[in-house]
């Protein structure tokens, strides 16, 4: 803000997250400064996060500066039929606003549920690791020990598990966000859990660029009134492979082409 004050700037405020933020880290608006110093600031706010009315796409734009909030009206164009919002979404606005808070309140509590039991899961499964968020609904989780590009991640759980979550990168959210995935974890705990075992099984087929592999076959005796007990530390099932084997007992390795045996 001093910056701003010194060099005569505008601030840009979104506070369209600002209900979505958890009790260890609770929202702080600039605001707090005081009206007076935040005369030059121009914030916004929508009811998609919060409520849940995205389709209505209803949202508004709020300043302590009277005369420049008159300038806004006036520059957006929002009083015109085409520029302005529709009737019912005014009317569902108001209505979260002014009645529906108690909604969010027990939308923030089945967040902080899943939140807690996503970031516990994904820090328990290998080469994976995700941070507990203070805000929002979602996780940005970090896949860069796979070595892949997050494109080719998500593509591959899509087609193997039909898992589908949305890649870091360049396309989405900049360079600095490849090696990272994006989860929504707004939704209900079974549909969150059942993505989650997806997500903890689709990648059980990627070993990097090589892979070690024994097969021991070993005999002993033993006394006819004891079975023999053998504990495999590792599923088989999520370890299936295809080789093709040729006659001069050469092989290719047809299902796990990233790696070498």
Request: hydrophobic share 40%.
């Amino acid at each position: 803000m001093s910056l701003c004050e010194k060099y005569n700037l505008y601030i840009m405020n979104d506070e369209i997250w600002s209900d979505i933020a958890f009790p260890e880290e609770p929202f702080r608006s600039i605001y707090s400064l005081g009206s007076k110093r935040c005369r030059r600031v121009m914030s916004v706010f929508g009811f998609s996060k919060s409520f849940g009315i995205a389709g209505l796409r209803a949202g508004c734009v709020y300043t302590t500066d009277e005369k420049l909030f008159e300038q806004i009206v006036e520059n957006s164009d929002v009083m015109s039929t085409a520029g302005g919002i529709a009737s019912i979404s005014q009317i569902a606005g108001t209505a979260c606003m002014s009645k529906c808070y108690y909604w969010v309140d027990a939308f923030l509590e089945h967040l902080k549920k899943n939140r807690d039991y996503a970031v516990d899961r994904l820090n328990q499964m290998p080469m994976i690791k995700a941070y507990r968020p203070h805000a929002t609904y979602l996780l940005y989780v970090d896949i860069r020990a796979f070595g892949m590009k997050s494109e080719e991640f998500t593509d591959y759980m899509k087609e193997k598990v039909k898992l589908a979550v949305v890649s870091g990168g360049e396309k989405f959210f900049g360079s600095g966000s490849e090696g990272y995935i994006r989860i929504c974890f707004a939704t209900s705990h079974e549909i969150l859990e059942e993505g989650l075992n997806r997500l903890g099984i689709g990648p059980q087929g990627l070993t990097g660029n090589s892979s070690v592999m024994g097969v021991h076959i070993e005999s002993a005796a033993r006394h006819p009134s004891t079975i023999g007990v053998a504990v495999s530390t590792g599923c088989w099932a999520h370890r299936r492979g295809t080789l093709l084997v040729h006659a001069d007992l050469s092989f290719e390795n047809l299902s796990h082409t990233r790696s070498a045996l």
